[in-house]
Structures are given as C-alpha cells and as structure tokens.
C-alpha cells in the first residue's frame, strides 16, 4: 500500500467516538489556543492587508472571518483565518516536524465545518486528522527541508487537506487525490526573514485555503496524484535531500501526535523560547538586573542559530527572529510577551548595550538532540565576575514541560479579550471545553 493510500484509510477511520480522552482534549486545547492568536493577530497590519483583500473579493456566506464577524466564502476565510493566527508568534509548535499545525489545519477544518453545517465531534476529528498527516510528514522530511522551506506553509497543506477532507466526509479514493492536489500546491520558503517580510503570515493562511481547495475539488471528482508524498517527483524527494518515509506511516493510528503538541508563552520564535526560559530562570534566582549583566553565552543547536542569529533587528518582527534580542529582553523586562515587543523596547539603549554582550555557540553536544528536543544552556556572567549557568531541553509549554490547563486559558483571556471582550470570552472557554456537544458550528466565531 502507498503512503497516499495509507494516510487516506487513517483520515477515513478517525472516529471521536473511538478518540482517547486525552486527545479530544488536546484538540480541544489546540483550537483555544489557535483561536487567542487569531484573535490577537486580526487587528495588525498583515492581517488588515488580507482581509482587505478577502472582503475586495467577496464571495457566498459560507464561513465566518474572525477580524470581522462577518462572513465570506469558506476558502477566503480559511486564507484569513490562517494568515492572522500565525502573526503575533503565539501559536502552537511540534518540535520534531517543526511546524506551526494550528494555523495552517484549524482554519480550513473550520471553513470546512461551516460550509456544510458540521458540528464540534467532527470539528475535533478534522483536527486529530489534520495534525497527524502534517506532523507525520513533517517528521519524515526535518531537518533537511526546513533550511529552505517553512515547514508550516509546506507540510501544514497537507494537514489543512487532510482536515477539510474528513470534515466533508471524502471517501478513500477522494482523500488520496486531496492529498494529491495539496501536494502540488504546498510551498512557502524562508527568504522572508532577510527582510522581515510578511510572506510567513500569508504562508498559513494560503496552506489553509489550498487545502481546503484540494478537499473541495475532490468531493466534485478531481484527480490528483496518487503519490504526490512518496513519488520519484513528489514532495518528498523534491524537498528534502535527507528523508524518512518510515516517519509516516510507523505506529500511524497507535498513537496521536497531537498529543506531542507544544504550547508558545513567549511571543518571538520557538527558536528563542529555551534560552528566554533560562534567562529568566537566572535573572530571578540570582536577583539580577540587565545593567549587572557583563555578558550572556547561549549555546544552542544550528538552525536556532541560522533563524535567530541577526544581532541588528530593525523591526518589531524582526526582534521576534533575533535570539540576542529575545534574551535581552527578557533580562531587561523580566518577560517576553506579545506587548514587550514594542517601539521602544527595539531601542532601548539597555537591551542594545546587552545584545552586544551575547555570544552564540553552536554546541555538538546540544545539536545532536536536535529536532527531538530542542536545549539550550546559557550562562551569564555579572559584572562583579560571577558565572551562572543553566540547561534546558525542553522549552516551558512542551509535553516534557507543560503549562497548566489554568494557564492556557489564561493565556487566552490575554489574547483575546481585547478582540472578542472579555464576556464573550469566558463564553467561548466554557463553549470550547465542551466542544462535542456543539451540532453546527456556524455561529461560533461570530463577535
């Protein structure tokens, strides 16, 4: 049987009623969690330009878009759903595929849901279905393929595809030419980040709704290739000079990655998230300041260093991708949340005078457990002389290191009741712990 094939039985037989408890649960957390950072996300500027372009567009009410309340065709919701998630860095990670799988998965699963006036148990199943055909594949083709290609664009169209097609009840032979057609269109490169671009924000938003696009254009018969994943010019071979198609399909319906999902609390990228965790690990247990502070060695593995080694960001976002920045920042304001990235903290002369104090390292030791856990060690030596080290291989919000339901929803209170209110907030916690329940989905989203 072919890797397509496969995966398409797998969506086909997701079933809630056969779900274990604790990954209904983690669909559940996903949504919440991707639902405060689009709702975060809506009112900035990238995510203005999309949906301005959605509603230029227009398109039949079908789909809600979470900027407005208002509705449009489910594909371009889908787009400016994804795109916004994905902009204030809050988003959900897997270490191993390295992906964002909430912003390009969720969006379509629920453009899909509303289109058809499906409810929460197949919400949840779009979801588990979705995450585990986008990390599976993202596993087989990292790390190679995440030096060039940004692996939520990528691989997150196939989750996006797999999620809208078991949504709209595809059968087998629809779900492998889904896959098929997602495939062909799943692409998103790096070179953003040399300007700062805001290609990374389109990347889901455009994942989500070529997913859904490929799960629609099945269900009314078209083709596409049967092995666009493992075929001699397919996306695997085409992507990625080092592979591992067993990453696929071993233990495929056994075990859920969606339980291996990580949640962000800091808003800069993941990348950056295990050295902040330490320098604020240290600051506090040896009571220090940023003027004390002489120098701070962060020792890490290559791609951090390659995504977040720029020791000059000339913008907001582009401190989100600088590890001196990050550190700094959190040495300097004693956290790293979505309102420390500001104007003036960019250039604050005392995170500037500190961001020339730090050095990166790449350690063979911490690289070799690289993509399965993601170290640091840091240490940061005073100016009286004093050295304080620590280590880390798991990020705070990682399975390994969790955050606690309580600080989820917290998490979201701070996300999104400037979007929704706070009212409407509390009704959408209380609405999302029981998700099943809900029969039609199409009034969720709406303010």
Not at 254 to 268: R, V
Request: with cysteine; net charge negative; aromatic share 6%.
């Amino acid at each position: 049987m072919g890797i397509s094939l496969e995966l398409a039985k797998f969506i086909k037989n997701v079933n809630f009623d056969n779900l274990p408890d604790d990954v209904i649960l983690a669909a559940k957390n996903a949504f919440l969690d991707w639902l405060g950072s689009a709702a975060a996300g809506a009112q900035r500027e990238p995510g203005r330009i999309v949906l301005s372009i959605a509603e230029e567009l227009g398109g039949k009410e079908e789909a809600t878009l979470i900027s407005t309340g208002e509705k449009t065709s489910s594909i371009l919701a889908a787009m400016v759903n994804g795109a916004i998630s994905h902009i204030v860095e809050l988003d959900d990670v897997h270490k191993a595929a390295i992906i964002h799988a909430g912003a390009p998965i969720i969006p379509a699963a629920v453009a899909a849901a509303e289109k058809i006036g499906a409810g929460g148990r197949e919400l949840i199943e779009g979801i588990v279905a979705g995450y585990e055909v986008a990390i599976r594949i993202g596993e087989a083709v990292t790390p190679a393929h995440y030096y060039y290609w940004h692996t939520t664009a990528t691989v997150g169209t196939f989750g996006a595809a797999a999620a809208a097609g078991k949504i709209l009840g595809l059968t087998e032979e629809e779900l492998v030419h889904t896959l098929g057609t997602a495939g062909t269109q799943a692409a998103g490169l790096w070179e953003f980040l040399a300007d700062g671009a805001m290609s990374k924000h389109l990347h889901p938003g455009k994942a989500a709704l070529n997913g859904l696009l490929a799960a629609l254009l099945a269900r009314q018969g078209f083709t596409g290739a049967s092995q666009i994943i493992e075929g001699e010019k397919g996306f695997v071979r085409a992507t990625a000079k080092e592979f591992d198609l067993n990453k696929i399909t071993n233990g495929l319906g056994q075990s859920y990655k969606i339980l291996e999902n990580c949640i962000k609390i800091h808003a800069s990228c993941r990348h950056t998230h295990h050295a902040i965790d330490l320098v604020l690990e240290l600051v506090k247990k040896h009571d220090l300041t940023a003027e004390q502070i002489a120098k701070i060695v962060v020792r890490t593995y290559p791609i951090a260093l390659d995504l977040t080694g720029n020791f000059h960001p000339e913008t907001i976002y582009a401190a989100k991708f600088s590890l001196p920045f990050c550190v700094a920042l959190a040495a300097k304001q004693g956290k790293a949340g979505m309102s420390e990235f500001n104007e003036l903290t960019l250039v604050d002369p005392t995170i500037q005078s500190l961001m020339s104090q730090v050095e990166l390292i790449d350690d063979p030791e911490v690289s070799a457990l690289y993509p399965a856990k993601w170290p640091a060690i840091v240490e940061i030596t005073d100016k009286a002389g004093q050295s304080f080290r620590q280590r880390t291989d798991y990020p705070a919000g990682d399975p390994e290191n969790p955050i606690s339901q309580t600080d989820l929803e917290h998490k979201f209170r701070e996300l999104a009741s400037s979007h929704f209110g706070v009212a409407r907030v509390e009704e959408l916690i209380t609405v999302i712990r029981h998700l099943e329940d809900i029969t039609n989905l199409s009034g969720l989203l709406g303010k």
